[in-house]
């Protein structure tokens, strides 16, 4: 049975849960330009090469590790109460490098950004299915993977702009969170079904192994280009950033698009998304495998954009359907956690690739070789009555 809502959710909500969904995008983008800097500031630091780069990284491993228990804490106890404390920690942790002077305390915040992150990525995406169901669930689920897109372009532009007045300037940024705590705590609020005092109910592992096991990859494949877009161009002689932001630019906004265009599909089964979706990323990492001039890579990181922006709300929307109130924090938990290792392995899978096969190019090679597998293995492995996407059983 449907959980009975006190209120209907509306556009206020909608507005708050999408933006606070971007939080985990900003913490994973919005330093990225600045990361010379901080290697230059802490350069008499042992090891400074490789610990500068983990201040990016770290928070989306602590995501992939701690969602699960997040989804946890958000069924037992209360989404809103885990929401509002995570974007009040978000702040707090995500502004300490403004006043931190060592790199291991910046490592150590930046774990808890990433602690807070899981928190507030596991409440939104389960609260946007907690308010709505049907074909206005997996629409503004499509939402939320295109608000996502688009914001890591604006993320990444806002960085190197506020960069240049220092590298600390840019986690002045991480304020936006307590701005939005106020009018979530105000305007958000727990659905009826809440607070259960018994046992939760089993989460269903044996369905949610296959879409999460999907996800994994598909993480791999979703960051690939994200982070390696800029390598492949300066191989090519691109060495203009503001050529290479337009070009990742273009590459978002094919993922926008496509992300976009999930409610519209979502009246189709992932038996019938998922190969299409694989196999857009695998024929755009060909393509740029294939041949290195400028054109033909632009070509492929828009083909890769599309594939991977349709991707996305499949997974998490296949994964999510079937789960009951009680269910759905620890599912969705699990689902984003799955997401994120997969988005922290991906450029450690394409360096080691790249090491094997003679070089980056090669690498993404490779990885469309996998996704043109996969496409193909999801037609096997998604199960022949997995129903419509727009459908759910709630």
Not at 70 to 95: P, S
Not at 124 to 153: F, K
Request: overall charge positive; aromatic content about 8%.
């Amino acid at each position: 049975m449907p959980a009975v809502l006190e209120r209907r959710a509306g556009l206020p909500q909608l507005v708050l849960l999408l933006a606070g969904s971007c939080l985990s995008v900003l913490g994973a983008v919005l330093i990225a330009p600045v990361l010379p800097q901080m290697t230059d500031h802490f350069a008499g630091v042992p090891g400074a090469d490789v610990l500068v780069p983990i201040v990016l990284t770290v928070p989306a491993l602590i995501i992939g590790l701690t969602a699960p228990f997040a989804g946890f804490i958000a069924d037992r106890i209360d989404r809103k109460r885990v929401l509002i404390i995570a974007m009040v920690g978000y702040t707090v942790f995500g502004t300490a490098p403004l006043y931190l002077d060592t790199l291991g305390s910046i490592i150590g915040s930046r774990v808890l950004v990433g602690l807070c992150e899981a928190a507030i990525m596991t409440c939104c995406t389960t609260l946007i299915a907690d308010y709505w169901s049907g074909p206005r669930r997996s629409r503004y689920l499509g939402l939320q993977t295109l608000l996502a897109s688009v914001s890591a372009t604006v993320f990444l532009g806002l960085g190197g702009a506020l960069g240049s007045s220092g590298w600390r300037t840019p986690f002045w940024l991480y304020l936006v969170a307590a701005v939005l705590a106020v009018p979530m705590a105000l305007l958000i609020w727990q659905p009826a079904a809440s607070g259960a005092k018994g046992p939760l109910p089993p989460v269903p592992w044996r369905r949610l192994r296959t879409p999460c096991l999907v996800t994994l990859a598909g993480g791999i494949a979703f960051y690939a280009l994200i982070v390696e877009l800029s390598f492949v161009l300066d191989e090519a002689g691109v060495t203009a950033t503001a050529t290479i932001g337009a070009l990742s630019a273009l590459m978002s906004l094919a993922t926008a698009i496509a992300a976009g265009s999930f409610a519209k599909l979502s009246g189709r089964t992932p038996r019938q998304l998922l190969p299409v979706a694989f196999g857009l990323a695998a024929a755009g990492f060909l393509v740029i495998w294939s041949n290195g001039s400028v054109p033909v890579i632009t070509v492929g990181a828009v083909l890769t954009g599309a594939g991977t922006g349709l991707l996305l709300p499949v997974l998490l929307t296949w994964a999510t359907n079937g789960l009951s109130f009680a269910e759905r924090g620890r599912g969705t938990g699990l689902w984003t956690g799955t997401l994120f290792v997969g988005q922290f392995l991906s450029p450690i899978l394409i360096t080691g690739l790249a090491g094997a096969f003679g070089g980056l190019r090669p690498a993404l090679g490779v990885l469309g070789v996998v996704a043109a597998i996969l496409a193909v293995a999801t037609l096997r492995i998604v199960p022949r009555d997995a129903g419509p996407l727009n459908v759910t059983h709630d």
